[in-house]
């Protein structure tokens, strides 16, 4: 079983509509990273949470903590969120330094 | 600022070449990580600064050698690679090494194929 699992893997959607991503973890501490990938190019972080919601334009990210579980959810999607997106929680090595563990991602394509 | 910057964006080399990736960012960061990133697949750990010292290194052969020559800079020697070394390599930093209060910043890579 992956660490930190991610679904669904790949998503299609028209624009406009309403997108959840969601993303739960057996390992780590207490807080999440959400982080999106354009095609080719590099990593955007774009929430770190450990509690409750958190909202940024139209996006927003939620956690549940007793449940390690979070959501990301994009309303009013456009083609321009089409993306790779990717949770990641960190966690505790045997050395006692830390390191974010990723989930596989999430492909969205975002259709006009 | 808010930008870590990573040259060169492309590169292409044998497998009996060195060559160097740079890091830079000037965000006061004290954490400096590289990634390797294969198509399709989330990124993986290579190494981690803290404070300029090497405090992760994920069981990295030694043809990658890191490199931390102050707390804006972050080098990876390359010597020696093989083909399925090719991949999206990301630097990144954050604040202080921890993941559970820091988000990290990433660079936009640096693409590259040994051949």
């Known amino acids: 079983k992956n660490e930190v699992e991610q679904s669904p893997q790949n998503l299609t959607a028209q624009e406009g509509e309403f997108i959840t991503i969601n993303c739960s973890y057996s390992?780590?501490?207490?807080?999440l990273h959400w982080l999106q990938q354009h095609p080719g190019g590099g990593i955007v972080s774009l929430f770190m949470?450990?509690?409750g919601k958190k909202k940024h334009g139209r996006l927003i990210a939620t956690i549940n903590i007793q449940e390690k579980h979070s959501s990301l959810h994009i309303t009013a999607s456009h083609p321009r969120d089409s993306a790779v997106y990717i949770c990641a929680v960190p966690h505790i090595t045997q050395g006692g330094s830390e390191k974010l563990v990723f989930g596989k991602g999430t492909k969205l394509t975002v259709n006009p | 600022d808010t930008e870590v910057t990573q040259t060169p964006k492309h590169l292409v080399m044998g497998m009996t070449n060195k060559k160097s990736l740079k890091c830079e960012q000037h965000?006061?960061?004290?954490?400096m990580y590289w990634y390797k990133q294969k198509a399709k697949k989330p990124p993986e750990l290579m190494f981690v600064y803290s404070y300029e010292k090497l405090s992760i290194n994920e069981s990295v052969p030694s043809r990658f050698s890191p490199e931390c020559p102050n707390s804006s800079l972050l080098n990876l020697h390359l010597h020696a690679l093989q083909p399925e070394d090719s991949a999206l390599y990301l630097c990144?930093?954050?604040?202080?090494?921890?993941?559970?209060?820091?988000?990290?910043?990433f660079g936009p890579g640096t693409r590259l194929t040994v051949t």
């Open positions: 965000m006061g960061h004290r954490a």
């Open positions: 990144a930093s954050s604040q202080y090494p921890s993941g559970r209060y820091y988000e990290q910043y």
């Open positions: 390992v780590g501490i207490s807080a």
């Open positions: 949470l450990s509690s």
